[in-house]
């Protein structure tokens, strides 16, 4: 069953470095998302990607967040500098269409020291 | 603002027990999802329910939805200790890419 992967599992980084986060969605899939879960909160959407730009983004994605598709499969999260507030566990999404059911992958978790 | 909230947060119950799960929202919105998360995991979907009085079963699990009271439940009927997870609501936005808006989750503790 095809499946949304994502890279790495866990990434330690040291607070104003540059992270990128990756995503390799469901190959016929034309939405993607990411989210991400501070530990033992609920789940926040940051931003959504459709034909290839941005479609909506929260207050939570802001300057120093980026989202790429560089080559058709990979889907990216950069953080440019990254806060300690930043720990968390991040989730990429995606689904076929707009109202159709959205598939997580197993999340990348983000810690900042 | 879309919220969503859900009771209650912690469910303690043993097995062998119903009990249901209330999801609550402020806004218009006629797709609802349900998803479990097991500690350290990620989102499973349960349930995808797409229109007023959709109700959806799935083993010991059912789930409805009512768009004019913005309500949706999740019952677990007969619980056995392998429901034990946190369980999350998300209501995406008419109009939206599909963005998901979540609750905080139920964390769900089935007891033998």
């Known amino acids: 069953e095809p499946e949304v992967t994502q890279t790495p599992s866990h990434q330690v980084t040291q607070m104003g470095q540059e992270v990128i986060l990756r995503c390799v969605p469901i190959?016929?899939?034309?939405?993607f998302y990411w989210y991400r879960q501070i530990l033992g909160q609920k789940v926040e959407f940051l931003v959504s990607?459709?034909?290839?730009?941005?479609?909506?983004k929260s207050e939570i994605f802001d300057d120093q967040f980026s989202v790429e598709r560089p080559d058709g499969s990979n889907f990216t999260l950069k953080i440019r500098s990254t806060k300690l507030e930043d720990s968390a566990m991040y989730f990429c999404?995606?689904?076929?269409?707009?109202?159709?059911?959205?598939?997580f992958g197993p999340g990348t978790r983000l810690t900042v020291t | 603002e879309l919220k969503v909230e859900q009771n209650p947060l912690f469910l303690s119950m043993q097995e062998g027990k119903n009990y249901t799960i209330y999801c609550n929202y402020s806004?218009?919105?006629?797709?609802l999802y349900w998803y479990r998360q097991d500690p350290g995991k990620s989102l499973e979907s349960l349930f995808v329910?797409?229109?007023?009085?959709a109700v959806k079963q799935e083993g010991r699990l059912m789930a409805s939805l009512d768009t004019k009271a913005r309500l949706s439940t999740l019952h677990i009927t007969a619980a056995v200790h392998d429901l034990s997870a946190t369980y999350f609501c998300?209501?995406?936005?008419?109009?939206?890419?599909?963005?998901?808006?979540f609750g905080k989750g139920t964390k769900l503790s089935v007891k033998p």
């Open positions: 999404a995606s689904r076929a269409t707009s109202g159709g059911e959205q598939y």
């Open positions: 190959s016929n899939h034309l939405y």
């Open positions: 990607f459709y034909n290839n730009e941005i479609s909506e």
């Open positions: 806004t218009t919105s006629d797709r």
């Open positions: 329910l797409l229109s007023n009085g």
């Open positions: 998300a209501v995406d936005i008419i109009g939206s890419q599909g963005n998901l808006i």
